[in-house]
């Protein structure tokens, strides 16, 4: 699964002929190991386990009877309609959480930069109180937000005369309700992360675009965005893969419900291992959902490695 | 000139509605902490109600919610201070020393960060058993630390990469040592970043709850263990959780509070520029 | 010279690593100190609620006369199973006593996670004199045998049933509901009222909880009498058309609700009828909590042949790995024991045991005005399926039954297509 990727050979040479050698590898070296080891320890030995696991068709506690299926686990998922459904709602609600998160998100840290620094600080700590409130109690205050007899949302929405929306209670709009609840609790990561990005932009381009005679959104799309990419694509690689991993909260709001139409891979796989005691399938669920996401978020990792070069 | 305005008047239009958007379910949560049981559902909501604390009583009575505020502390400083130590070194170590396979490593830390949940739990159970550290500390912070590094690494690469190499060069053309000029010149302006690493990982931690239960025993629960049980499945106790929720969530937003303005002002932000 | 300042900042950071962590282990004390009677300490598993906290009482109680340490280990129920079969799977012996449904028995036993207790509730010296193993209701010990061994103590009973506001029924001019029909005319009356009738329709546990008992209603069940499954039956499919055209008289939101949900609509009177179980009926009545206590009345679930009610039930077992076996099935005997149990319904009235002997006490009907009703449902007791595949039947119908009450799928066709996929297995 690891994408094994060598750095151009005429860096490596360079690193040979450069002044600091072979004692500042080994610095190099020690710096890294203890994150590797963690790492290693934590995930990836774990993977390993998923990868083994996921070609046995057993149960937790009953090892001893494990069968070995070798791929039947994931055609199993394959052939299974709720399984795909999962794979089909995670796909669009990390699609629609990320758009929303990253135009709101980066919107609002834009907004803020523009604002004399001591207002737009202390609107960047109101504005990040969300992101510091667990999954647990997102979930405690959306249901209450939720409810159509005493929820705000339902009360706002009969302003416009709108109190018939489906919500977390229709098949076609739970998903959607659970994106909001979703995006409230992510954009202010996105806001303090791009904030942070956007204090390494020296002042002087600013400056020079002004003189240039650039507009707010000239500066934006010319001076900020272009800066910004690197910011931006790790955002997206870790805004994205979280959403594309959504548990807590779907598991506090709706379990899955209605009729599924917000199961997400990790619920299914959650009930595979927990409630039908199927674990190698569910490991199997795993290792597909990592797979999707290696797919999906895979060039941009590369992409990423390699801005290095353009730096 | 009355463009100008339009526009101002439209910022601070978009800024009051996403304040709204932001404060009032958590007004509401920290309202309701104060309410009877009685008063929080009610068709008119009551603007006017008498306060109680015995929520908050509550809170601390039936549960061991003292014991859990300690734990959840030593967690998510332990887990925070350790990975900004290994976010930093390893950041640095992968962006300022030209390793052949910074690159494959980097990308090996970020598929340890695809992992689902749901494949890590058994492997970490069996091996923090197996080590005897079950139900000590260890299993949470160990988990936390594992789950922040990658995103926390990446982060600070981005930042030593954007330091000038010459900046570091000329440090250590000055007298300094490569660790010296590491703590004087490159640590300074990476603090932004080490900030939103600060806040990310604390708020994780503070807040993550599969890891925190399932590898702890009950001396060694953390604050999300606590409100999960007053939450559950079963039923849940609007007062006693809101009261729960508010003690959980306010010393982090006081901490974000603190930090955050080192995001967006940084130290010493102007070295970059020379 | 390189060399040392690298050792330098490799030792500063396996120093703060090791600082960091030891302070974290230093921070796991021990469990509380010796006693002095007995140095047993036995941890107990089960889920955290308002049963939690009256049961601490009683734990409490026990420690105070045996001298044996409890760690009372009440946590969320949807992490409770997860916690459990981690612990039990890799023999941590965490655990010397757990409380399980019906519904995990066979999942667990096929495991070998549990004492077989049948020897041990036969003898005296571990349940005391006054015991009195007979007294336990019949269908309670059943749901707990495996292959004629008894892996838990039966302990706790719940059975979801139709909850009403009196007064607004008879303001209505409306009588208390029996029957499909009648039941839908009540629903229907308050819908266009405004209001309707709460129900636990998410995709969960309580609507296929409300199935099983809808299909004793009319009986009928999940299997036919081969024990194959025969969810095409008529007598089936009219049963979830039922399910969906009370789904329509549903309180605003009932589709995404679950017990809780239910529970809350009911005690702030937003509600005046809806299906609860028995379970969460403490609060309802609890004039602090509660804007209807004392107006409420309890009907059996509609049923078109006889009332039924639902086997939904909690047990003590104790864990094969524990390292205190007897000892923690004397603390299982003692929580089972009559007087324990009374008091366990003293103090949290919609606490129901499998007791016989107490289902007519004055002492515990007087605070539970519900109690008839469920000895009435229960004299038609049912489980929900219980085959070590069941789960995957019951997720199926669970979702299922989502489909029908809030996209208005078709029941035959949903239930044609759960028996299509499944059958083969059933």
């Known amino acids: 699964m690891t994408r094994i990727q060598l750095a151009p050979r005429g860096r490596a040479q360079r690193r040979s002929t450069s002044s600091y050698a072979r004692k500042d590898l080994r610095l190099a070296l020690y710096l890294v190991l203890p994150a590797a080891a963690a790492i290693f320890i934590v995930m990836i030995v774990p993977l390993g386990f998923a990868l083994i696991a996921s070609t046995f068709e057993y149960s937790l506690g009953q090892e001893e009877s494990a069968v070995f299926v070798f791929l039947d686990n994931y055609a199993k998922f394959f052939a299974d309609p709720v399984a795909i459904s999962s794979l089909l709602n995670t796909a669009l609600f990390t699609v629609m959480s990320l758009f929303l998160c990253m135009l709101i998100g980066v919107g609002m840290s834009v907004l803020l930069k523009s604002l004399n620094p001591r207002t737009g600080n202390i609107l960047r700590a109101i504005f990040a109180m969300p992101l510091l409130i667990s999954p647990i109690i997102v979930s405690l205050i959306w249901r209450y937000m939720y409810d159509p007899t005493y929820g705000l949302v339902y ?8 109190e018939e929306w489906g919500g977390l209670t229709d098949t076609t709009t739970a998903l959607f309700s659970i994106v909001i609840t979703d995006v409230w609790h992510a954009v202010p ?3 303090l992360v791009t904030s942070a990005g956007l204090t390494v932009i020296p002042e002087e381009l600013y400056e020079a675009a002004r003189i240039d005679g650039a507009g707010t959104i000239g500066t934006l799309v010319n001076v900020t965005l272009p800066l910004l990419v690197k910011t931006l694509i790790v955002l997206i690689l870790i805004r994205g893969t979280d959403a594309f991993r959504v548990f807590d909260l779907i598991y506090g709001l709706t379990g899955g419900g209605p009729a599924n139409s917000t199961s997400s891979l990790s619920i299914y796989a959650y009930k595979q291992a927990y409630e039908n005691n199927e674990m190698g399938y569910a490991m199997a669920v795993a290792m597909i959902t990592l797979i999707a996401l290696v797919i999906l978020f895979g060039p941009l990792m ?3 490695a390699r801005s290095k070069g353009d730096s | 000139m009355t463009k100008r305005a339009l526009v101002t008047i439209a910022k601070w239009l978009v800024i009051v509605l996403f304040l709204l958007w932001t404060v009032v379910p958590i007004a509401l949560i920290i309202v309701n902490s104060f309410k009877r049981a009685k008063d929080i559902f009610t068709d008119v909501p009551k603007i006017f109600f008498e306060p109680t604390l015995d929520n908050y009583v509550n809170a601390f009575t039936k549960s061991d919610f003292g014991l859990y505020f300690i734990n959840s502390t030593v967690v998510a400083v332990c887990s925070t201070f350790i990975v900004i130590v290994l976010a930093t ?16 490593v980097a990308n090996g830390f970020l598929v340890g960060k695809l992992v689902p949940g749901i494949a890590m739990m058994l492997p970490i159970f069996v091996i923090i058993n197996a080590v005897g550290l079950r139900g000590t500390l260890v299993g949470p912070v160990l988990a936390h630390v594992a789950l922040n590094l990658p995103f926390a690494v990446w982060l600070l690469m981005g930042f030593f990469r954007d330091i000038p190499r010459e900046l570091e060069h000329a440090a250590m053309i000055d007298g300094c040592t490569r660790m010296q000029a590491f703590w004087r010149v490159m640590l300074p302006v990476v603090v932004p970043g080490i900030a939103a690493v600060f806040i990310l990982s604390a708020q994780y931690s503070w807040n993550e709850l599969l890891f925190s239960l399932q590898l702890t025993t009950l001396e060694t629960y953390t604050l999300p263990v606590g409100i999960a049980s007053f939450v559950g499945a079963i039923s849940v106790d609007w007062g006693l959780s809101s009261a729960a929720a508010t003690v959980t969530m306010v010393p982090m937003i006081i901490i974000g509070f603190f930090v955050q303005k080192y995001i967006a002002e940084g130290t010493t932000g102007g070295a970059v520029k020379g | 010279m390189r060399k040392s300042r690298g050792s330098v900042a490799i030792g500063l950071a396996a120093l703060m690593a ?3 962590l030891t302070a974290c282990a230093s921070e796991a004390e021990e469990p509380a100190a010796e006693s002095p009677q007995s140095d047993i300490t036995l941890t107990v598993s089960r889920w955290a609620g308002p049963q939690a906290d009256a049961q601490q009482e009683l734990l409490d109680q026990y420690s105070a006369e045996t001298g044996v340490t409890i760690r009372f280990d009440a946590i969320d129920y949807g992490q409770l199973k997860q916690k459990q079969t981690l612990n039990m799977s890799t023999a941590t012996g965490e655990y010397d006593l757990i409380y399980v449904p019906e519904a995990w028995v066979g999942e667990y036993t096929e495991a070998d996670y549990l004492t077989d207790l049948s020897d041990f509730v036969t003898d005296e010296a571990l349940t005391g004199p006054d015991w009195d193993f007979a007294d336990f209701n019949e269908s309670g010990v059943e749901v707990y045998t495996r292959d004629g061994a008894l892996y838990a103590l039966p302990y706790f009973v719940q059975t979801p049933l139709v909850v009403f506001d009196e007064e607004a029924l008879d303001a209505a001019g409306l009588e208390a509901p029996s029957t499909w029909d009648e039941t839908l005319e009540v629903a229907k009356y308050f819908k266009e009222q405004g209001s309707g009738i709460a129900l636990p329709f998410r995709q969960g546990s309580a609507i296929v909880n409300i199935m099983a008992v809808l299909l004793a209603g009319n009986d009928t069940d999940f299997f036919d009498e081969s024990g194959a499954l025969d969810l095409t039956n008529p007598d089936v499919v009219e049963a979830v058309e039922f399910i969906q055209e009370l789904s329509q008289y549903g309180l605003e939101g009932s589709n995404a609700w679950h017990w809780d949900e239910v529970n809350k609509a009911l005690q702030f009177g937003q509600a005046p009828i809806g299906i609860l179980t028995s379970g969460l009926f403490t609060a309802l009545e609890n004039p602090d909590e509660s804007n209807v206590a004392g107006k409420l009345a309890y009907a059996p679930l509609p049923y078109s042949e006889t009332p039924a009610g639902l086997l939904q039930t909690w047990g003590w077992a104790v864990p094969a790995d524990s390292k205190h076996q007897e000892e923690a099935f004397k603390l299982g005997a003692w929580l089972t024991s009559k007087a324990a ?20 006490d004055a002492d515990l009907t007087a605070n539970a005005p519900w109690l008839p009703t469920v000895q009435e449902a229960l004299a038609k007791g049912v489980t929900v399926p219980l085959q070590p595949n069941a789960p995957a039947l019951t997720d199926a119908l669970s979702v299922g039954l989502s489909g029908v009450v809030s996209s208005g799928e078709d029941p035959a066709t949903m239930l044609q297509g759960i028996q299509d996929t499944l059958a083969s297995q059933f």
């Open chain 1, 155 to 162: 009360y706002v929405l009969s302003w416009f005369g709108l």
């Open chain 1, 189 to 191: 990561f996105i806001i």
């Open chain 3, 341 to 360: 149990q009374k008091e366990m319904g003293t103090i949290d009235p919609s606490f129901i045991s499998f007791r016989e002997s107490l289902y007519t």
């Open chain 1, 302 to 304: 590369r992409n990423s």
């Open chain 3, 18 to 20: 090791l600082t960091g």
């Open chain 2, 89 to 104: 070194f390893a950041s640095y170590g992968l962006t300022s020393f030209e390793l052949r396979f910074a690159n494959s």
